[in-house]
């Protein structure tokens, strides 16, 4: 655990000259209100607004497949790949744009994946042979805060709300907030916030890229098969059989 939201503001706070805050209530003003806003608007920018993406985005969610069962529980984010989790090395799922064209009569060992109303939907459909099968989604996370129990939200709203930034890092948004604040007031300090900004900006660009295992220069979602492609896949699969049709 590190800063919690009001620890930062009343960084921003000492930073300014202003009276330290207590509790969040503290800072209903209106330079208060403006402090949390911007910190926020600063937290989204962090997070999505570089070309490549940040290694602590990168989150896992893990799950069990069942026989019959094609649809699964979608991550709050953006899929990175969906795999088996076992030992026999089994390929990722490849993510297909053109589901509608695939044979849904069959089931067996999936291959495919796509999102369908909110939902992850594999295809073949699992049967009783890969029952059990555990999978795991890596996705980069939409959330980014946590509150005080680890549970992700969009923002940061209570007093022990954190990002997810690193703890090393977190000072961006007080120098950026700092920054901003001067910047329209016309003060030179606002100069001296922004190199800081920058300085430890560059340090995290250093040090915080995906992780070693995101493939670099494969499709974040993955390749698109063709339609006969994906029925000779289907043929040669030797765990796919044919089952119930799920077509909408």
């Known amino acids: 655990m590190g800063r919690n939201y009001l620890q930062l503001c009343n960084e921003v706070i000492n930073l300014m000259s202003y009276l330290p805050a207590r509790t969040m209530e503290d800072l209903d003003t209106p330079e208060g209100r403006l402090i949390k806003q911007k910190m926020n608007e600063l937290l989204r920018e962090l997070c999505c607004g570089e070309q490549d993406t940040w290694k602590f985005r990168e989150k896992k969610k893990r799950f069990y497949v069942a026989d019959g069962k094609r649809d699964y529980d979608l991550p709050k984010g953006h899929i ?3 795999r088996p989790d076992d030992k026999t090395n089994r390929p990722p799922l490849i993510y297909s744009m053109d589901n509608r064209y695939l044979p849904l009569t069959t089931n067996g060992t999936p291959m495919y994946y796509w999102i369908y109303e909110d939902k992850i939907r594999l295809f073949p459909t699992p049967n009783k042979s890969v029952d059990g099968d555990e999978y795991v989604i890596k996705y980069l996370t939409d959330k980014f805060a946590v509150d005080e129990d680890g549970c992700p939200k969009d923002i940061m709203e209570e007093a022990t709300d954190e990002p997810i930034i690193p703890e090393m890092y977190r000072s961006l948004l007080v120098y950026g907030v700092v ?5 329209s007031r016309n003060d030179p300090k ?8 920058i300085s430890l900006y560059n340090k995290m660009l250093s040090n915080q890229r995906l992780t070693d295992d995101y493939f670099k220069g494969g499709k974040v979602l993955g390749y698109r098969p063709t339609s006969l492609g994906a029925k000779v896949a289907s043929f040669r699969n030797p765990y796919v059989g044919t089952g119930r049709n799920f077509n909408e």
């Open 80 to 82: 990175i790949y969906i």
């Open 179 to 183: 920054r901003d604040f001067r910047a």
């Open 190 to 197: 606002s100069e001296f916030y922004r190199k800081k900004y």
